[in-house]
C-alpha cells in the first residue's frame, strides 16, 4: 500500500491532497466466494442497515450451513420472499446459484482470470451488471487497479475534485485516471471517502 499512495501522491497533486485529508488507507475486503457475491446482490438499491437485516435472516435460512448455491437451491421461492427479499433479488439468487452449480460462475478459479474474463463471467448472472463486478474485482478478487466508471460517487467526487462543470463521462473518467496507474482501485476508494468523511465508503459489493 505504502508503494501505491506514493504513486498516487506524487502523480496527482489533486489527489494528493485528498490522500492527505482522509489519511491511511482502510479498504475492507471480503472473500471471493459465492456468499460475497449473494450478498452484493442482496445489497443493492438498499441502505445498509435494511439490507443487513435482510441478508441476516436470509443466511438464517440455511444456518448452522454454510451459504452455498446448493444451499439456495434447496429454498423454495416463498422461504427467499419470507426473509424479505424481493421476488426480482430471490430470482437473481436462484440464477446466481444455478450458474454457480453449473460452473458458469468458476469461483475457485476467479482470482487468476484476467478482470475482462471475471467481468464476462459475473456478468452472465441476472441482477449482476459491470458495476457489481468492479465491486467484485476491488473488495474481494483485491485487484489494484480497477476504475468503476459506472460508480456515481466516483464520478461525483471528481467532479469536485477536479472543478468540473458537470459529473465526467467514462472516457474523461479515464482521461483523468490515467496518472493513478495502476493503482485505480486505490484512488477510487480514496474518493468515495473524499465524499464521505462521517460515513464509511463501499467496502463490499454492494450491487
Not at 490522500?19 to 479498504?27: A, T
Not at 438499491?45 to 444451499?71: K, M
Not at 476491488?138 to 460517487?153: E, H, K, M, S
Not at 468540473?164 to 480514496?190: F, G, I, N
Amino acid at each position: 500500500m505504502r508503494k501505491a499512495l506514493l504513486h498516487l501522491k506524487k502523480a496527482d497533486p489533486v489527489l494528493r491532497q485528498i490522500i492527505e485529508r482522509v489519511g491511511p488507507c482502510r479498504i475492507e475486503y471480503r472473500d471471493p466466494v459465492f456468499s460475497t457475491l449473494a450478498r452484493a446482490i442482496v445489497f443493492q438499491q438498499l441502505a445498509g442497515a435494511a439490507a443487513t437485516r435482510i441478508f441476516e435472516r436470509f443466511q438464517a435460512l440455511v444456518d448452522p450451513s454454510p451459504l452455498t448455491a446448493e444451499a439456495v437451491l434447496r429454498l423454495h421461492l416463498r422461504k427467499l420472499r419470507g426473509a424479505g427479499l424481493s421476488l426480482q433479488k430471490a430470482t437473481y439468487l436462484r440464477d446466481l446459484s444455478k450458474k454457480t452449480v453449473a460452473a458458469a460462475i468458476p469461483f475457485e478459479h476467479l482470482p487468476n482470470l484476467p478482470d475482462q474474463e471475471v467481468i464476462d463471467a459475473l456478468t452472465q448472472v441476472k441482477g449482476i451488471g459491470v458495476w457489481t463486478a468492479h465491486m467484485f474485482l476491488i473488495f474481494a478478487l483485491r485487484r489494484p487497479d480497477v476504475l468503476p466508471t459506472g460508480d456515481y460517487g466516483i464520478r461525483a467526487a471528481m467532479k469536485k475534485a477536479y472543478d468540473l462543470s458537470d459529473l465526467p463521462k467514462p472516457a474523461e473518467m479515464e482521461r483523468l485516471a490515467q496518472p493513478w496507474r495502476p493503482y485505480a482501485s486505490v484512488a477510487s476508494w480514496y474518493l468515495w471517502q473524499s465524499l464521505r468523511k462521517a460515513t464509511a465508503p463501499p467496502t463490499t459489493p454492494a450491487g
